[in-house]
């Protein structure tokens, strides 16, 4: 069977949005990207979760009661599936989990103004079990600047404070959305490895949202890891004359392999957070489509089980 072990999906935002307008779906199945029921065709299998949601539209003084609820959904879903999925907080627990035949499910949050950009509420969502933490989305915030939003201006000093103590509690940075100098800031003060769980190469596709060749190397240089998108935005239009549409992904992973990427790419496939995904991919059932055509490239066995679990892993 196939790894696979994903850094990014909106899947629990998803739910609870289809909720709110009256459509009743689980995490055991739905009609959206991602369920328990398609990940349970992967062996080895896990999925880190993200509380997401846009500050703009999200009444004021409501973001940390709505982190919360999404919490609260996160857990319940859980809660009602023990057959097929275990929460996660660490590498052994997701080889527990796996070695049981279930898939593991792990936290993250995207965009500290679900915390209000308070350091102060870093302890209690470690103790969620999140690991990985996007200081922004793309709303600029008192931390930082993003990709989309003044996207000139850096680190704040609260924006400093704020990732020392992510990682005094064992919380990765996720530099996926952060502005340029914003990711130049953090590597300069991080002591820990650094994320981006769902950016592809600015080589490639010139969108501001992609890593350029030097941010890459950072990551890796770091320990971290770099999940690959899926979402056509920001793969780009691929090249002319290309028979297969995976050949569009594949262009990211085989750059970042020119980069000695070896040990640092894994997947953050953005499902469930956008509605166009490249490579011919319609939702987490058609990650084998890629494993194949990497396999028909010549891509070692070994490389495989890297990029699709173990790079991941390894951070845990």
Same mark, same amino acid.
């Given at each position: 069977?196939?790894?696979?072990?994903?850094?990014? +999906?909106?899947?629990?935002?998803?739910?609870?949005?289809?909720?709110?307008?009256?459509?009743?779906?689980?995490?055991?199945?739905?009609? *959206?990207?991602?369920?328990?029921?398609?990940?349970?065709?992967?062996?080895?299998?896990?999925?880190?979760?993200?509380?997401?949601?846009?500050?703009?539209?999200?009444?004021? @003084?409501?973001?940390?009661?709505?982190?919360?609820?999404?919490?609260?959904?996160?857990?319940?879903?859980?809660?009602?599936?023990? =057959?097929? !999925?275990?929460?996660?907080?660490? @590498?052994?627990? *997701?080889?527990?989990?796996?070695?049981?035949?279930?898939?593991?499910?792990?936290?993250?949050?995207?965009?500290?103004?679900?915390?209000? +950009?308070?350091?102060?509420?870093?302890?209690?969502?470690?103790?969620?079990? *999140?690991?990985?933490? /996007?200081? !922004?989305? /793309?709303?600029?915030?008192?931390?930082?600047?993003?990709?989309?939003?003044?996207?000139?201006?850096?680190?704040? @000093?609260?924006?400093?404070?704020?990732?020392? !103590?992510?990682?005094?509690?064992?919380?990765?940075?996720?530099?996926?959305?952060?502005?340029?100098?914003?990711?130049?800031? &953090?590597? %300069?003060?991080?002591?820990?490895?650094?994320?981006?769980?769902?950016?592809?190469?600015?080589?490639?596709?010139?969108?501001?949202?992609?890593?350029? =060749?030097?941010?890459? %190397?950072?990551?890796?240089?770091?320990?971290? *890891?770099?999940?690959?998108? &899926?979402?056509?935005?920001?793969?780009?239009?691929?090249?002319?004359?290309?028979?297969?549409?995976?050949?569009?992904? &594949?262009?990211?992973?085989?750059?970042?392999?020119? $980069?000695?990427?070896? %040990?640092?790419? +894994?997947?953050?496939?953005? $499902?469930?957070? +956008?509605?166009?995904?490249?490579?011919?991919?319609?939702? !987490?059932?058609?990650?084998? %489509? &890629?494993?194949?055509?990497?396999?028909?490239?010549?891509?070692?066995?070994?490389?495989?089980?890297?990029?699709?679990?173990?790079?991941?892993?390894?951070?845990?």
């Amino acid at each position: 069977m196939i790894p696979y072990f994903d850094a990014h +999906c909106d899947t629990i935002y998803r739910l609870d949005d289809l909720s709110r307008r009256g459509r009743e779906e689980t995490l055991r199945e739905n009609t *959206v990207h991602v369920d328990l029921q398609r990940n349970a065709a992967f062996s080895p299998r896990a999925q880190f979760f993200a509380l997401y949601g846009d500050a703009a539209q999200i009444p004021a @003084g409501q973001h940390w009661q709505f982190c919360r609820r999404l919490h609260h959904r996160y857990c319940r879903e859980i809660a009602a599936n023990p =057959d097929l !999925v275990s929460h996660c907080t660490t @590498g052994a627990e *997701v080889d527990k989990a796996v070695a049981s035949g279930r898939s593991a499910a792990l936290l993250s949050i995207e965009g500290a103004d679900l915390l209000d +950009c308070d350091a102060r509420r870093i302890p209690e969502v470690a103790a969620w079990g *999140v690991r990985l933490l /996007n200081p !922004v989305w /793309n709303r600029a915030n008192m931390l930082s600047g993003t990709n989309c939003e003044e996207p000139g201006r850096g680190l704040s @000093g609260a924006g400093r404070d704020f990732i020392r !103590v992510l990682e005094e509690h064992h919380i990765y940075p996720d530099v996926s959305h952060l502005s340029d100098p914003g990711f130049w800031d &953090l590597m %300069k003060i991080a002591r820990r490895p650094v994320v981006a769980s769902h950016s592809n190469s600015r080589t490639l596709c010139a969108h501001r949202r992609n890593l350029t =060749d030097d941010m890459f %190397k950072a990551i890796r240089d770091s320990g971290g *890891v770099v999940g690959i998108n &899926l979402y056509t935005d920001f793969v780009g239009p691929g090249e002319a004359g290309q028979t297969n549409k995976t050949d569009q992904i &594949l262009r990211h992973i085989e750059h970042f392999l020119i $980069l000695d990427g070896q %040990k640092t790419i +894994c997947f953050g496939g953005d $499902l469930d957070g +956008c509605e166009s995904l490249a490579g011919g991919i319609n939702g !987490v059932q058609d990650i084998p %489509k &890629l494993y194949a055509a990497m396999a028909r490239r010549g891509y070692d066995a070994g490389l495989l089980y890297d990029i699709f679990w173990g790079n991941l892993r390894r951070i845990l």
